[in-house]
Every structure is written in structure tokens, then in C-alpha cells.
Nanobody, 123 residues
């Protein structure tokens, strides 16, 4: 089992920034690729960004490219999502998730999930 706990969400004005943190415990963190997903009311959960086990490869959804940055510190069992130039459309509950070996764009292929943290961007 891998336990994931997100933090760092909140209310921010459009154009502002937030940094989300996901702290992992349990099995060896470096064995897992990590993803940040989000789910807005009435919408499907979508992958925002993902990072490989060693942090050498990343993926970003087109909607966040150039604004969001995913990173990880395996020594601290932590993955981050730096979110800049936030827009009202970024409002959602953000989840981190772990998948053994390699990341995937599919929510169904992730093994462990956090409880989520709310991000609200006001216009």
C-alpha cells in the first residue's frame, strides 16, 4: 500500500499561484510514477501532469503547458505541482496518484490515490 496526502490547495485570484504537495508513505516511493489529476464539478477526472520514477520524464495536459510544473523529491517521498498564472477554469479538486513503474494518462491505471485538495480560482 502507498498512502498519499495532498496539501496546498486554497482560494486564489486569477493570475495567482499555488503549489500543491503530495506526501507519500508506505512502499518505496521511487518505484512509482506519479500523476496529478483534477476533477471539476460535473466533469470527468483528467490527468494534469505526470512524472516518471526518477523525474526524468514529464507529461502535461495541453491546458496547463507552460503554466504548471510537476517535480518530485524521492528522498522526501514527495511530489509537487507548481501552478502559475491560474485561471478560473483550473478550479477543481486536485488528486495525486501513484502507478507502479510508468505513468499513464488513464485514471483506471493508477494504483493509489490521495483524498484530494480543493483549488478555487476566482475571476
Amino acid at each position: 500500500q502507498v498512502q498519499l496526502v495532498e496539501s496546498g490547495g486554497g482560494l486564489v485570484q486569477a493570475g495567482g499561484s499555488l503549489r500543491l504537495t503530495c506526501a507519500a508513505s508506505g512502499r518505496t516511493f521511487s518505484n512509482y510514477a506519479m500523476g496529478w489529476f483534477r476533477q471539476a464539478p460535473g466533469k470527468d477526472r483528467e490527468l494534469v501532469a505526470a512524472i516518471s520514477r526518477a523525474g526524468l520524464s514529464t507529461y502535461y495536459a495541453d491546458s496547463v503547458k507552460g503554466r504548471f510544473t510537476i517535480s518530485r523529491e524521492n528522498a522526501k517521498n514527495t511530489v509537487y505541482l507548481q501552478m502559475n498564472s491560474l485561471k478560473p477554469d483550473d478550479t477543481a479538486v486536485y488528486y495525486c496518484a501513484a502507478r507502479a513503474l510508468i505513468y499513464s494518462r488513464s485514471t483506471r491505471e493508477y494504483d493509489f490515490w490521495g483524498q484530494g485538495t480543493q483549488v478555487t480560482v476566482s475571476s
